[in-house]
């Protein structure tokens, strides 16, 4: 029923700078995400060779653990804070124009 209606040109370009804001808060997070896996990953397995307690405590599945959950904080940190700024910076260049 939504799809025979037509859309204003004011609905369509705020359709497509939503889905760029999202798109550029995916890839921030992911790059972030990819970057905290390989920080975390390094020390993490470093620690379980060279200490006797993480050896004898962290398996394997903690060791993912540890390094899964801070890549997804990574994840979502970033991508929310990238997704806030792009529509904050989106929000001020529609008001200036509204203004000229």
Known sequence: MAKNVAQS???????????????????AGAKAAVIASIATAIPTMASVRMLPWARANLNHTAQALIISTVAGAA????????????????????????EA
């Open 75 to 98: 994840y979502f940190i970033v991508a929310d804070k990238t997704v806030l700024a792009t529509a904050r910076r989106n929000s001020f260049k529609r008001a200036s124009n509204v």
């Open 9 to 27: 040109p004011l609905e369509r370009t705020s359709y497509s700078v939503a889905k760029q804001c999202a798109h550029e808060g995916v890839m």
